[in-house]
């Protein structure tokens, strides 16, 4: 366990190496190989590493009972694998057997995927696949931020004066937050502003549609 403490950026930052990896050579024997015996063992791979990364992360949470930049950092890279990452993968792989079909002469299409890439250029499927996803960010935005307060306020009747009051937010003192040390803010208005960004561009497309936006089969 020691060994894990003292060495657990090392050993995450491996794991993403080893990640990278396994989804480079998932990409080579399915685009190039067609290869689903190879293809499957390197996406069963990845899904392991990053099982791996998160036991890593409660790991040392139960051994240390501190919260470190090291687990939210973790938190956040399995979060986004299992919410936007796989929409993000999804279109990469219809990008990227588009490319690959065009460039070898061959199909790799199916009638459903070329079907989902028009529907792409859809404005307003667009813009309703994006409330959603800023809608579903927006609550494990707000989940996260009621466990980072739960921690760090002995009760949420604390948590009143900082809602009705957020001349707090953007500060420099972590001692007037509700927060109980300088990880959980910096890591909260980081996130906050990514959040805000995210909320703001992706109801862009509500209220300023177009249909030069989404995925192209040209």
């Known amino acids: 366990m020691d060994f894990i403490l003292e060495y657990q950026w090392e050993i995450f930052i491996l794991a993403e190496v080893l990640s990278a990896a396994s989804l480079l050579l998932f990409g080579i024997f399915r685009y190039l190989y067609n290869r689903q015996k190879f293809i499957i063992s390197f996406l069963l791979l990845f899904i392991i590493l990053m099982v791996l990364e998160a036991a890593l992360a409660i790991l040392i949470y139960n051994e240390t009972r501190k919260?470190?930049?090291?687990?939210?950092?973790?938190?956040?890279?399995?979060?986004?694998?299992?919410?936007?990452?796989?929409?993000?993968?999804?279109?990469l792989d219809r990008w990227m057997r588009l490319k690959i079909g065009n460039w070898r002469g061959i199909e790799l299409l199916t009638e459903k995927e070329k079907y989902v890439m028009k529907k792409q250029k859809d404005s307003k499927y667009i813009a309703k696949k994006y409330r959603y996803s800023s809608i579903l960010h927006m609550l494990i935005f707000g989940s996260t931020q009621l466990i980072f307060w739960f921690i760090s306020l002995d009760s949420m009747e604390q948590a009143l004066p900082y809602l009705t009051d957020l001349s707090w937010v953007g500060t420099e003192f972590v001692e007037v937050t509700p927060y109980f040390n300088e990880t959980l803010y910096g890591i909260s208005m980081v996130w906050g502003l990514v959040f805000l960004i995210d909320f703001i561009y992706s109801w862009s497309y509500t209220i300023f549609p177009s249909k030069q936006r989404g995925e192209s089969i040209d």
């Open 67 to 91: 919260i470190s930049t090291f687990q939210i950092i973790i938190t956040v890279f399995v979060l986004y694998a299992c919410t936007f990452g796989i929409s993000d993968f999804k279109k």
